[in-house]
């Protein structure tokens, strides 16, 4: 039941989004589209912006990062919701999307390399390497998003992972 209410919530997000940028959109307008009360809301989400990264990760858990084939088919739909990502990327509050995304793929990418490589820490270099390669990731993602209406997504991805640093490449892609 709580999965749906979160649905539920998220996709009326969705609905206002389509109309203007989340910085002029209230948690109070959020409960009444949605027919819920405000505790209903803070149940689920601390604020908006955590409701907006739900919405993200709920989207970006189905995509194997490290699948071209995946990731494309992901930017693809990113482009299908244009709207949400385009609202997404320009969000300069104080809890920026772009700051989740970041956080949200710098998770996945530790998490698949300490189990690739057998180890519950990871070295300061190849952590190091793999926050400076999602920032670069989502940044790029934002500007082929927003800007190139030319560049197919399985093209991005193939530079995105020519682009990443030699140690990455060894852990994820070698052997």
Same mark, same amino acid.
């Given at each position: 039941?709580?999965?749906?209410?979160?649905?539920?919530?998220?996709?009326?997000?969705?609905?206002?989004?389509?109309?203007?940028?989340?910085?002029?959109?209230?948690?109070?307008?959020?409960?009444?589209?949605?027919?819920?009360?405000?505790?209903?809301?803070? *149940?689920?989400?601390?604020?908006?912006?955590?409701?907006? /990264?739900? %919405?993200?990760?709920?989207? @970006?858990? +189905?995509?194997?990062? !490290?699948?071209?084939?995946?990731?494309?088919?992901?930017?693809?739909?990113?482009?299908?919701?244009?709207?949400?990502?385009?609202?997404? *990327?320009?969000?300069?509050?104080?809890?920026?999307?772009? /700051?989740? %995304?970041?956080?949200?793929? @710098?998770? +996945?990418?530790?998490? !698949?390399?300490?189990?690739?490589?057998?180890?519950?820490?990871?070295?300061?270099?190849?952590?190091?390497?793999?926050?400076?390669?999602? *920032?670069?990731?989502?940044?790029?993602?934002?500007?082929?998003?927003?800007?190139?209406?030319?560049?197919?997504?399985?093209?991005?991805?193939?530079?995105?992972?020519?682009?990443?640093?030699?140690?990455?490449?060894?852990?994820?892609?070698?052997?």
């Amino acid at each position: 039941m709580a999965e749906r209410t979160k649905i539920w919530i998220a996709d009326t997000m969705a609905r206002l989004l389509q109309q203007k940028p989340i910085e002029d959109i209230r948690v109070t307008e959020i409960c009444r589209a949605a027919e819920i009360e405000r505790p209903t809301f803070y *149940y689920h989400f601390r604020d908006k912006y955590e409701l907006m /990264a739900w %919405m993200f990760c709920r989207k @970006a858990f +189905r995509t194997d990062v !490290l699948s071209a084939e995946s990731a494309a088919k992901s930017m693809n739909e990113m482009r299908q919701d244009y709207i949400f990502y385009k609202r997404a *990327y320009e969000d300069n509050s104080q809890s920026p999307m772009w /700051a989740y %995304m970041v956080e949200y793929f @710098a998770e +996945r990418y530790s998490g !698949l390399a300490k189990e690739r490589l057998h180890t519950g820490a990871l070295d300061p270099q190849l952590a190091y390497s793999i926050r400076l390669y999602c *920032y670069g990731a989502v940044g790029m993602t934002r500007e082929w998003l927003m800007k190139d209406n030319i560049t197919p997504a399985q093209t991005v991805v193939q530079m995105m992972f020519a682009a990443m640093p030699e140690a990455l490449q060894r852990v994820f892609f070698a052997g």
